[in-house]
RNA sequence: GGCGGGGUCGCCAAGUGGUAAGGCACGGCUCUGCAAAAGCUGCAUCGUCGGUUCGAUUCCGACCCUCGCCUCCA
């Protein structure tokens, strides 16, 4: 069975093939984050799932080129840039270096290409200009730039692709109110922001007077530019469906660069929300936890990635820190039984196959079903059981651990959770051991036993076996 | 008010028209000097009430609870 997603312009599973079979690569892009902030574990769920949709496709043969922008230019950038008295870039920077070091600490491939907003002001000036050479874009009497709802409809085009909208039965919220721009009609938005005071100098020469661009535009603009006027995958948070995603399908399509009958992006798919400890994460909940945070709380990356790839990508999932201690049990005892594999295969290579392991076969067929990591996992943990049990009878070969070692790898290319980096023993704990030993083998058992409740108090367990004494850190 | 998700074991979380994966936690047993680790093993009838069906947790209806979106929040 082939790949399958969940498209939500058709709101139905899919099978995923690829808008050109022939391009060599699947075009695949993820909304990205605004750098004016450390980046929340909820952004980061996101982001793992791309990472996680990256990966089994490459698993599967394809040649993904992914995309994610980095929103460098927008209202929250610049009051901190005004506020702090950075230039722009030197602001942006600063939390784009700090966005990608937490997505490597998240074991997150490196998208291939990182667009900067800022980077691409010509490409989208063209794009506004042939939305207004086409009669959708419209100046206003503030300077600004606005797309016209209407006028893309008059065009036969449809906004309405991702939701279900019906205008005369939305609510007025605040945000719609407050809205103090010169728009013809409330559901248009802005392409091209005209400078105002406030925007102190981020601003850039263009057609419509110094200014700069709307939000939902750089997204069409640098997709398109890296990734051609159709291409295969574009993701985000479910937040984004609407209206950003929406607002990008509507440039795009109206610009009307893509061959007749070819949509902007072929399949879409929105990532569910995180929630912790049950409620939305805000922070006037004060339940907003960062990469950075959770670090300092001794949580280790491939914990926080595991608890992230625990649940369903269309689902609301709950984070907890119960959830980060059972997350942390749980890898414990994956470590375990790859440590174990990796001693006894010793230096047997696995000779490879051209047909996968039943257990690598089903995890990547729990995958192809719209990304069914709980099922891939529950495929990963009987293996476990499995091959602990033959670890236990001891009856597994070195090749035959070899060969275990070599799929777990293969899956693990997939999860991305790797091994639990290595702790060097400290002098004072490895004197500790050998005095343990020394007792044990003197059966001084009062001895032995005090020693081990020093190191356990120390962080380090001790787990004596037939093969000998192993040191574990807690 | 409109639209869309959810309610499955103590916690997290899959899934199916024929009597419910997996993880964490917990109990028993084996192993162990004792432990730990590991193995074996035990532990749920799926929000409520109706309906359809030979049979529903899975389909339909109503209700209750909960979460999200409704114009620049992943």
Redesign the pocket.
């Known amino acids: 069975m082939p790949l399958r997603l969940f498209n939500s312009l058709h709101?139905r599973v899919e099978e995923f093939t690829p808008i050109d079979p022939g391009a060599g690569s699947v075009g695949f892009y993820c909304?990205g984050?605004?750098v004016y902030d450390f980046?929340?574990i909820?952004?980061f769920?996101?982001f793992v799932f791309a990472d996680l949709l990256r990966r089994h496709l490459e698993f599967r043969g394809h040649r993904v080129n992914h995309v994610m922008n980095i929103?460098d230019v927008?209202?929250?950038i610049i009051r901190q840039v005004a506020a702090t008295g950075l230039g722009l870039a030197e602001f942006t920077g600063r939390y784009t270096e700090a966005f990608l070091a937490d997505l490597g600490t998240l074991a997150c491939r490196r998208p291939h290409h990182l667009p900067r907003a800022t980077e691409y002001i010509p490409q989208i000036i063209d794009l506004i200009r042939r939305l207004e050479q086409r009669g959708i874009a419209y100046r206003a009497a503030d300077g600004s730039v606005y797309f016209s709802i209407q006028k893309y409809r008059g065009c036969g085009c449809r906004y309405g692709q991702l939701?279900?909208?019906?205008?005369e039965?939305?609510?007025?919220?605040e945000?719609?109110s407050g809205?103090t721009?010169d728009k013809d009609d409330?559901?248009?938005?802005?392409l091209w922001?005209a400078r105002v005071p406030a925007d102190g100098a981020v601003s850039w020469e263009s057609p419509w007077g110094q200014g700069r661009p709307?939000?939902?535009i750089e997204c069409s603009a640098m997709s398109m530019a890296l990734l051609g006027p159709s291409f295969d995958l574009h993701l985000?948070?479910?937040?984004?469906?609407?209206?950003?995603h929406e607002?990008e399908i509507a440039q795009s399509e109206g610009a009307g660069l893509q061959a007749p009958g070819r949509p902007f992006v072929k399949h879409w798919v929105h990532?569910?929300?995180?929630?912790v400890d049950?409620?939305?994460?805000s922070k006037s909940l004060g339940n907003f936890f960062t990469v950075r945070d959770l670090l300092a709380q001794g949580f280790q990356g491939r914990e926080i990635r595991f608890?992230l790839l625990?649940?369903?990508y269309?689902?609301?999932?709950?984070f907890?820190r119960?959830?980060l201690?059972?997350?942390r049990?749980?890898l414990?005892?994956l470590d375990?039984?790859i440590a174990q594999l990796a001693e006894r295969s010793g230096s047997s290579a696995a000779t490879s196959t051209a047909v996968d392991s039943p257990f690598v076969a089903a995890f990547g067929e729990a995958l192809d079903?719209?990304l069914?990591v709980?099922?891939a996992?529950?495929i990963?943990?009987?293996w476990?059981?499995?091959t602990?049990?033959a670890?236990?009878g001891g009856t597994l070969g070195a090749a035959e651990s070899a060969a275990r070692l070599a799929d777990w790898r293969r899956v693990d290319g997939v999860l991305g959770i790797g091994s639990r980096p290595e702790e060097e023993i400290p002098a004072g704990v490895q004197a500790l051991l050998e005095r343990r030993q020394v007792a044990?083998a003197a059966r001084d058992?009062?001895t032995?036993?005090a020693v081990?409740g020093e190191l356990k108090a120390l962080g380090w367990?001790?787990?004596?076996?037939k093969a000998g004494t192993r040191l574990?850190r807690l």
């Open positions: 709101r909304c984050p605004t980046g929340h909820g952004n769920r996101t929103t927008e209202d929250k939701i279900t909208l019906d205008p039965a939305q609510r007025r919220t945000r719609v809205d721009y409330l559901a248009d938005f802005a922001k709307g939000w939902h985000g948070g479910e937040d984004l469906a609407f209206p950003h607002d990532a569910a929300h995180l929630l049950g409620k939305k994460m608890l625990g649940a369903h269309r689902e609301t999932f709950n907890t119960e959830g201690e059972a997350a049990s749980a414990a005892r375990a039984t079903d719209d069914n709980s099922k996992w529950a990963v943990f009987d476990v059981r499995e602990n049990a670890l236990a044990k058992w009062a032995a036993d081990r367990t001790v787990e004596d076996s574990k």
